[in-house]
């Protein structure tokens, strides 16, 4: 029994049939498998999902880091190593910080704070569970992820709901982890953070920086294998795309952003699914010259990484077997979800 633990979550499956909850199983799945046990094992799950989680109350209403002081003070007496790491950062560093930071509240005093500014309102109001676990952690506490757990729950069926969902998550989560990795003194003195983690934190924000950027790439690649046109011409033609939903999302009515996302995931939908294709045939042409052409290997790649997680988990992968179908889904959605999103 883990007294510190301050929240837990489960396996949370979603409900529903179609193109939009298919692409919600399958990425539910994945993540479950590699993302929050990843950050389980690392040290603390970052997000326990509001609709299947278990949260501590004294985690929410108790000032828990004058305990863990203690506690690692105690510790520190009794162990070298650990008397190194509580001396990492001075007093009145770890005091001053605290102090900016708001942690000398409760959880739940901080949770009910105002956002006054821009970053406040993505942070605070657009992940309301990613929110209070990042309280949490930055308290000492610690998040932890039960796989043994399952929960059934509805989840977004048209495109639209959807997309403001994740409109929603993308920034907040970002956010968040920002936010964690500014209070880095903290938790290594303080909480069940390591450097590990925090390592994990600083890929993660790369991960969604350069995510857009690597897709549209891709994109412009893609352009020029299926309809034989040049890099430069791919380039313009892609970016006047991109810049014509950058000027709908910034002026125009939510409606016609939401009319013209639709529309170009579709088109990228499509031209993902004939590149799909062309590297299949490719593969075929070239088995008795060339193994695999790079871009072949690194779908393959990817593949066999999803393959692999659902082998780790083979009880619910043979019970899944039709997300290999919902995978082709999440291929071809790829440009949808880490290029257009993040605008």
Excluded at 46 to 67: H, M, Y
Excluded at 72 to 80: G, L, P, S
Excluded at 107 to 122: G, P
Excluded at 182 to 202: E, S
């Amino acid at each position: 029994k883990n007294k510190n633990i301050g929240a837990a979550c489960g396996r949370i499956h979603p409900t529903g049939s179609g193109i939009i909850p298919g692409y919600q199983m399958f990425e539910y799945a994945v993540g479950h498998w590699l993302q929050k046990s990843t950050e389980d094992a690392l040290g603390n799950v970052l997000c326990s999902p509001g609709c299947f989680s278990l949260f501590r109350l004294k985690a929410v209403i108790d000032q828990n880091l004058p305990k863990r002081k203690k506690e690692k003070v105690e510790e520190a007496n009794n162990n070298e190593d650990a008397a190194a790491d509580l001396n990492l950062f001075t007093r009145g560093q770890i005091k001053k910080k605290e102090q900016e930071d708001d942690l000398d509240k409760t959880s739940l005093e901080k949770y009910f704070t105002e956002s006054t500014e821009a970053r406040h309102c993505i942070q605070y109001d657009q992940g309301e569970d990613r929110w209070l676990c990042t309280l949490i952690i930055a308290r000492g506490w610690e998040v932890e992820y039960v796989a043994s757990s399952h929960s059934y729950t509805a989840c977004p069926d048209t495109f639209d709901e959807f997309y403001n969902q994740r409109r929603r998550w993308s920034p907040s989560t970002v956010a968040n982890i920002l936010d964690l990795l500014l209070k880095w003194r903290i938790l290594l003195r303080y909480g069940n953070g390591n450097l590990v983690h925090m390592l994990y934190q600083v890929l993660t924000l790369s991960a969604s920086a350069v995510g857009p950027g690597g897709i549209f790439l891709m994109l412009v690649g893609g352009c020029h294998m299926v309809f034989e046109m040049g890099y430069w011409i791919s380039l313009g033609l892609n970016s006047a795309l991109m810049l014509v939903f950058l000027l709908v999302s910034m002026f125009a009515p939510k409606v016609y952003h939401l009319l013209v996302a639709k529309i170009l995931s579709v088109l990228y939908a499509i031209l993902m699914l004939v590149i799909m294709v062309l590297l299949v045939i490719e593969a075929i042409r070239l088995r008795d010259t060339c193994g695999f052409s790079p871009s072949t290997f690194s779908l393959l790649l990817v593949c066999a990484a999803f393959l692999l997680a659902g082998i780790l988990h083979l009880r619910q992968f043979v019970k899944l077997w039709f997300l290999s179908l919902y995978g082709a889904i999440y291929y071809v959605t790829i440009p949808c979800m880490y290029m257009l999103l993040p605008f």
